[in-house]
């Protein structure tokens, strides 16, 4: 998984705290997919960015997470006042174009977001 | 609503036997399809892709079959090897939409 880059590795809030996860892209790649992961579950989509715009947030919960790719700097995804069920792997993916025909997306190690 | 299902989530193999991993999908606009193959701890890795247009598409021992009509592929490894132990994921994807992913088959190929 080498050139998607996301930190931290693991994260432990209490319920409450806000949350913040990076991810830096692939060099060259200006899309950005963030996937969350549940116990026992497959990836579920959350949001596709492009370079300072959200092109689709469909499955991202209404409230508390959002989202942002800036002209400069990672994407961070954000969840505010944790709960228990925000526990989950959360996955950031990157492509060079809208699925990369032939590769997919290149994913990162994920974040492992433990909430007390 | 699961759009990709992988209805076995485990499956054990004899080292050197064909693997063969499952997965059913709703949508009949999907026309692109992915294997992604994940360790623990690690972000999935690509493995094998195919296009609605073709039926079988094949990359040395991992060879993957789509049945259009049965809205059905499947991922065959031939001769499997402890180290494709992992869980396999696969996804499938609208012309300009994101990837939806099935929850994934455990395998355990067996020395």
């Known amino acids: 998984n080498a050139g998607v880059m996301q930190n931290p590795r693991h994260l432990v809030r209490r319920r409450g705290q806000e949350a913040r996860l990076r991810c830096s892209p692939m060099k060259g790649h200006s899309h950005v997919y963030w996937y969350r992961q549940l116990p026992e579950e497959g990836l579920k989509f959350m949001v596709y960015?492009?370079?300072?715009?959200?092109?689709?947030e469909s499955g991202m919960p209404k409230e508390r997470f959002s989202a942002e790719f800036p002209k400069e700097g990672p994407s961070i995804l954000r969840i505010q006042q944790v709960v228990r069920g925000d526990s989950a792997a959360y996955f950031c993916?990157?492509?060079?174009?809208?699925?990369?025909?032939?590769?997919?997306?290149?994913f990162g190690s994920g974040t492992r977001l433990t909430v007390v | 609503d699961q759009q990709v299902k992988q209805n076995s989530p485990s499956l054990s193999v004899q080292e050197g036997r064909i693997s063969i991993l499952n997965c059913d999908y709703t949508n009949s606009m999907f026309d692109y399809f992915l294997w992604y193959k994940k360790y623990p701890a690690e972000g999935p890795t690509f493995l094998i892709s195919i296009s609605s247009i073709k039926d079988k598409n094949e990359d040395g021992r991992f060879t993957v079959f789509l049945n259009k009509s049965a809205k059905h592929l499947s991922l065959h490894i031939v001769p499997s090897q402890p180290g494709d132990s992992a869980v396999y994921f696969c996804a499938a994807s609208a012309p300009g939409n994101q990837f939806y992913f099935g929850t994934g088959t455990s395998l355990t190929v067996i020395p």
């Open positions: 993916a990157s492509s060079p174009g809208q699925g990369a025909l032939g590769y997919g997306y290149t």
């Open positions: 960015l492009q370079k300072e715009n959200i092109i689709d």
